[in-house]
């Protein structure tokens, strides 16, 4: 477990390691890249690479941790992975239970499994369930997100590959939006990120504009961070409140 730069959260908890590509999202995935990294470096737990690795030393970690913290939960992994048995997540969202103080932010892009899960069981009060929507094609997660019972429910609309159309956002709280970032990443286009905002605004949801990531707002490449995450200007951060 560790402190995050990830701009929406504040630490990382990553009870399961190693994916596969199931979307156009995750052609360039960071954690992919990352792993492989720490592979080299044998760090521990990273001796397979990307390889889905269940790391069941790691489901009691919170516990020990006593200032409350929101963890993003799987930087890098997916928890409702195929290879991932209920009866490890039961284990995972028991220790979510049993530290009320923490916020646990689980977002994936296995809706059916999602779904499927939670047909049978409750969403603790301090979770925050969300899917990614990199695209109009995958538009369909948002109606699997909204048959669930949480708190808070979020969408992740990183990286934009194109530009989404219209959306229902009823049962949604909370819009993140961003670019890909790394030398092969792929434009969004400011209309793209633009509408979706407008979106939110007009039915009331909170909207996060996390960055441009390579492609700058100008359509120039280069370091994401001289991009910055201004979008028309303005820097824009909505969040809900903390549980």
């Known amino acids: 477990m560790k402190t995050s730069k990830i701009e929406w959260t504040e630490a990382t908890w990553n009870p399961t390691i190693g994916c596969n590509k199931v979307t156009s999202g995750c052609k360039f995935c960071y954690a992919e890249v990352m792993a492989k990294r720490l592979q080299a470096m044998k760090a521990p737990g990273y001796e397979n690479g990307f390889e889905f690795s269940i790391m069941r030393n790691r489901f009691e970690s919170p516990l ?51 779904e499927e899960y939670f047909e049978t069981r409750d969403v603790p009060e301090n979770v925050w369930l969300g899917v990614t929507v990199e695209s109009s094609e995958t538009k369909h997660r948002i109606d699997s997100l909204r048959k669930i019972n949480a708190k808070i429910r979020f969408l992740s609309m990183e990286p934009l590959l194109n530009d989404v159309g219209e959306l229902d956002l009823e049962g949604i709280h909370w819009i993140i939006v961003g670019g890909e970032s790394g030398h092969k990443a792929r434009p969004m286009k400011p209309e793209w990120a633009i509408n979706i905002k407008k979106q939110c605004e007009k039915q009331g949801k909170e909207f996060f504009f996390k960055q441009w990531g390579t492609w700058g707002e100008d359509g120039i490449k280069r370091n994401k961070k001289t991009n910055g995450r201004t979008l028309q200007g303005k820097i824009y951060n909505g969040e809900p409140a903390t549980i």
């Open 64 to 114: 020990s941790i006593k200032k409350p913290t929101k963890f993003f939960v799987n930087s890098m992994s997916d928890l409702f992975h195929e290879k991932m048995p209920f009866e490890d997540l039961d284990k995972i969202f028991d220790t979510i239970r049993k530290t009320p103080h923490h916020t646990y932010q689980i977002l994936t892009k296995r809706e059916k499994k999602l």
